[in-house]
């Protein structure tokens, strides 16, 4: 039979308290639940402040709408790209969600598509436009990841329309992911209530004229997302 270690032999209790003081330690670095919430909170204010008011909003006035301290943001957040980044991969991981649902739905393909479309503009996705323009890294990992998620599912509903004899063959993902960033801004001189009103009517009238036979040829080229990466 071997035989036990120096330490064993001198402390029976070692292996307890390594195993115990293992779980102490996962215990200190897991994120609090408050904590989580509290940036949660912060996502969701700037989310919807920078819809409102864009994305040069005061960060104090997020953490006033949120709810929390000044220290609690930059804690979160050490800058405003930091949070930019976060909201536009937020935004981005919620509308693909949406077409997982769509996805996972039987019956009509193009439906499944409408579904989506409509969804994707109630997360305002069209807010993201500037704030991809600004000066953060738009190479970051994650929203690198979160951009190719949502390529992939977009892809994945359209082909299965097209498939079906639904869509039409001269559109891409870039064109329905412009079209309704674009249709989901409200116009010039116009409160976003306005565009909530008429967001998904006008929907609607786009989505009509992606179906499938086409009633006329599409001047120029499909647009990729890569096309709208170097925009």
Do not use: W
């Not at 996502?43 to 609690?72: C, K, Q, S, W, Y």
């Amino acid at each position: 039979m071997a035989r036990a270690s120096r330490s064993s032999r001198s402390n029976p209790h070692s292996e307890e308290y390594a195993v115990t003081a293992t779980t102490v330690q996962k215990k200190v670095t897991r994120p609090r639940a408050d904590a989580l919430r509290n940036r949660e909170r912060i996502v969701t204010a700037a989310r919807e402040m920078f819809t409102e008011f864009g994305p040069d909003v005061p960060l104090d006035e997020i953490a006033r709408r949120a709810g929390v301290g000044n220290a609690t943001v930059y804690r979160n957040f050490p800058d405003r790209d930091a949070l930019v980044r976060e909201v536009v991969c937020s935004v981005m991981d919620r509308t693909s969600e949406a077409a997982e649902v769509a996805l996972a739905a039987t019956g009509d393909a193009f439906e499944a598509l409408e579904r989506f479309v409509h969804a994707s503009a109630d997360e305002r996705i069209a807010a993201l436009c500037p704030m991809v323009q600004s000066t953060f890294d738009q190479h970051h990992p994650d929203l690198v990841a979160s951009r190719e998620r949502i390529e992939h599912l977009v892809e994945e509903l359209m082909d299965r329309a097209r498939k079906a004899g639904q869509l039409r063959a001269d559109v891409s993902v870039g064109d329905v992911m412009v079209a309704v960033s674009q249709l989901s801004r409200p116009p010039a001189g116009t409160g976003c209530g306005v565009a909530d009103r008429f967001l998904h009517r006008t929907l609607q009238l786009f989505l009509d004229g992606l179906r499938a036979p086409a009633r006329s040829i599409l001047p120029g080229t499909a647009l990729s997302m890569e096309d709208l990466r170097r925009a």
